[in-house]
């Protein structure tokens, strides 16, 4: 592992996405987004994720310039054509309008359809959480893990808007424990004919088994029926691989509900206080073995881009030779190590 400055990751990365047509201030957004998600430790929604996006992007199934149209159909909720641009693009306006439309009516709701992979949901919620705005984020995404007791993979492994995925393990992660020769845990994959495996590249290329079982696998269907038939994006298995098609437009829909943290309460900080007493209880509780301290969700990851912003962001080897043939083709420079 090679650890770079995240600030050179993603000033590489802006001109890259610069290079490719996208404005200025939506490059500036996609590098961030991408960097953000290796200084918490999500490094499958990583910078590493830039050459499969260049490619897309050269390949004409993504627009680089979207003219994003959004409609008030109803006084709490929008209707958001994403044109086929950079998902982080798309769902950053859809959530900066949800959240708009939340401030004025106490609930915001952004249906989304023709937009394309939007990198960690974590991005989105973190956005409407700096207006003080609960939150919840779904998308759908291709086909990757099967309706319970099917062999073939036709439901996405789509995340919730708290970053835990509904898959046992995130599928960019099973790219990454191939890479390093690392097998994964049993009962996490199938390989293209529905055996279980435990390697990663086959079961990426094969089924990502939903975690909880029945209950997982109908979530990752309400995750489906919310983003895609609903918003009346890609639905049914129908969205197109982010990693190997580029024969056509993905068609990804979101679904992106944001709310006023007084909508029941009198007030914010009232809200405040509330989630404060929570957590105290939670922290207060006693830890199970092997286990030295109770965490929150997005505890572990704020400590880890608190960590890497201090020591740099861990990048394989096969990654960065990957950025720097794409350095190369664009005529860029690729950061040193920190």
């Known amino acids: 592992m090679l650890r770079f400055k995240a600030s050179g990751l993603q000033a590489f990365a802006s001109a890259v996405f610069e290079a490719l047509r996208l404005p200025k201030q939506d490059a500036n957004l996609v590098a961030r987004c991408l960097v953000e998600a290796d200084l918490r430790g999500q490094s499958g929604h990583g910078i590493q994720r830039l050459p499969m996006y260049a490619r897309r992007l050269r390949a004409g199934v993504v627009n680089p310039t979207p003219m994003v149209q959004l409609e008030q159909s109803f006084p709490s909720a929008c209707r958001v054509n994403g044109d086929d641009g950079m998902g982080f693009v798309v769902a950053t306006q859809a959530t900066k309008e949800a959240i708009r439309i ?25 956005q409407a959480l700096e207006h003080d705005m609960l939150s919840l984020v779904f998308t759908n995404s291709s086909p990757a893990l099967p309706p319970f007791g099917g062999a073939r993979a036709l439901l996405g492994a789509s995340p919730f808007a708290a970053g835990a995925s509904t898959t046992v393990i995130a599928r ?23 055996r279980p495996t435990r390697d990663g590249m086959e079961a990426f290329h094969g089924v990502t ?77 006693p830890c199970a073995e092997g286990v030295t301290e109770v965490l929150m969700p997005g505890e572990p990851e704020s400590r880890c881009a608190a960590e890497r912003e201090r020591t740099g962001v861990p990048l394989q080897a096969d990654v960065v030779t990957s950025l720097c043939a794409e350095a190369e083709q664009m005529g860029l420079e690729f950061p040193s190590p920190a």
Do not use: W
């Open 102 to 126: 939340a401030q004025d009516q106490g609930l915001g709701l952004a249906g989304v359809r023709r937009s394309t992979h939007f990198g960690c949901s974590a991005h989105y919620v973190l």
């Open 209 to 285: 088994l939903p975690f909880g079982g029945a209950k997982g696998a109908a979530i990752a269907l309400l995750m489906d029926l919310l983003s895609g038939l609903f918003t009346g994006a890609a639905f049914g298995g129908r969205v197109r691989s982010l990693y190997n098609d580029v024969a056509g437009v993905q068609d990804v829909g979101h679904f992106i509900l944001c709310m006023r943290p007084d909508l029941f309460l009198e007030s914010t900080e009232a809200l405040k206080e509330r989630m404060d007493e929570l957590v105290a209880i939670l922290k207060s509780q």
């Open 172 to 194: 960019g992660k099973l790219r990454l424990m191939a890479q390093r020769g690392e097998p994964i845990p049993p009962e996490v994959g199938l390989d293209q004919q529905g």
